[in-house]
């Protein structure tokens, strides 16, 4: 009897011990801090999808620094699916495509380092990626072990190919595994949002897509062969209800990246960059710079419109209210400043007469309201770079079909 309960005494201790020790490496937890505003950057997918290379990349980092993106903030060049062969080595490793790549990943990373810009690379969950690459499941310290030594900042894992897998512990598996390897690098989780990943991806990621693919139109569902769809961007932000709350600095809701610049008109690519800036998304250009229109650049370099994506309170955008097939967004700002923008879905000119006295605006997530009868904010029209008069009166403006106008109001 004594015997046993000193045998039990010792197991328990033996299996208290084993569990302190799982528990520190499990529960590593994501490396903090390292997207504290919604990262910036170019994603080689939209346009290019696997067609792939060095000379792209460098010729888009090049153009990234010479053109003033760079500077407006844009810092990641992603390589996304596509750039591995379809076999590991025979150690285990990837192997980035020596034909896309010539001159080697690590120093096609050495070059895009040395223009002060970041790296990153995609990989997938499954068994394989999307495309068919090797995945990285039953690799996962492997693979981040690999990043860290090819000196990455940036890793999207995706979810294809992951049958009978749980997504809350795949993407737990691969952050910890990250963490472990020791490098810092920002993990963006890609399952389209069918596991609801803004309920537990705080601790795991920096940032989460919500939503299936994007396509480069307003408004429309673009089914694909294979029986799955992809997305018009005022798709992507009709999408999910009742999620901005889990979003912020460090843990972003991922309305998937641009695609400004490659089939729309500038009316539309104007409207989806105010909206993206509005929820406070990821900003990843997925258009070929080579081939970049000067409105284009514009758009996407509005330096008050970017100045609201990256707000630091981090507040994603909410629909206020829709008048006539006009939306109104708002998105409470730092020093009491508020973003409005007038979004006219429809497919005709509308007049715009919005009395702000009649209109306040409650965000109830994150315990901000206006007072407009209290209160006077000064109006500034973003995409004309000028003053428009306050909230004393009334405003009115026309919008054409598919156009937005977007104010900061400062008080
Ligand atoms: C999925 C992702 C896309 C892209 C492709 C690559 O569809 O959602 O963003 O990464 O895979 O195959």
New binding site residues.
């Given amino acids: 009897m004594k015997n046993a309960l000193l045998v039990l005494i010792a197991l328990s201790i033996t299996s208290f011990g084993f569990g302190q020790g799982n528990t520190h490496k499990q529960e590593g937890g994501k490396f903090e801090g390292l997207a504290m505003t919604p990262p910036m950057g170019w994603n080689s997918?939209n346009t290019f999808?696997?067609n792939i290379d060095e000379k792209l990349v460098k010729e888009t980092a090049d153009i990234m620094v010479s053109s003033g993106l760079a500077a407006a903030g844009y810092n990641y060049i992603v390589l996304?699916?596509?750039w591995m062969t379809h076999e590991r080595d025979a150690n285990g490793d990837l192997v980035p495509d020596p034909q896309k790549f010539p001159s080697g990943m690590k120093a096609l990373i050495e070059y895009v380092h040395s223009k002060g810009l970041k790296f990153g690379l995609?990989n997938c969950a499954g068994t394989k990626?999307?495309?068919g690459y090797p995945g990285t499941r039953g690799y996962e310290y492997q693979d981040a072990r690999f990043y860290a030594r090819l000196g990455i900042d940036f890793l999207?894992y995706?979810?294809?190919n992951t049958e009978g897998i749980t997504a809350k512990e795949a993407y737990k598996t691969m952050s910890n595994a990250l963490k472990t390897a020791g490098r810092p690098i920002v993990f963006s989780l890609?399952e389209?949002g069918d596991n609801q990943p803004w309920e537990w991806g705080k601790p795991i990621g920096n940032l989460w897509?919500i939503s299936?693919?994007i396509y480069p139109c307003f408004d429309c569902e673009f089914k694909h062969p294979e029986n799955w769809s992809s997305w018009g961007f005022m798709k992507i932000i009709d999408m999910r209800k009742n999620i901005r709350k889990y979003s912020g600095p460090d843990h972003w809701n991922d309305f998937?990246?641009m695609e400004v610049g490659n089939e729309m008109n500038d009316t539309e690519d104007k409207s989806h960059f105010a909206m993206w800036c509005m929820v406070a998304s990821p900003l990843f250009t997925g258009n070929d710079y080579r081939k970049m229109s000067k409105e284009t650049l514009a758009i996407l370099t509005n330096k008050e419109l970017l100045a609201i994506n990256q707000d630091k309170l981090g507040i994603q955008g909410f629909k206020y209210k829709v008048i006539d097939g006009v939306e109104v967004w708002v998105k409470p700002l730092s020093d009491g400043a508020w973003a409005v923008s007038f979004l006219n879905r429809t497919d005709s000119l509308k007049k715009i007469n919005f009395d702000w006295k009649k209109n306040n605006f409650k965000d109830s997530d994150f315990g901000f309201e206006t007072d407009f009868s209290k209160t006077t904010f000064k109006l500034k029209d973003l995409w004309k770079n000028k003053e428009a008069g306050s909230t004393k009166k009334i405003f009115i403006s026309e919008i054409a079909s598919h156009d937005v106008i977007t104010l900061k109001l400062t008080p």
């Fill in positions: 997918w999808a696997t996304d699916d596509g995609y990626t999307c495309a999207k995706d979810w294809c890609c389209w897509r299936g693919d998937d990246m």
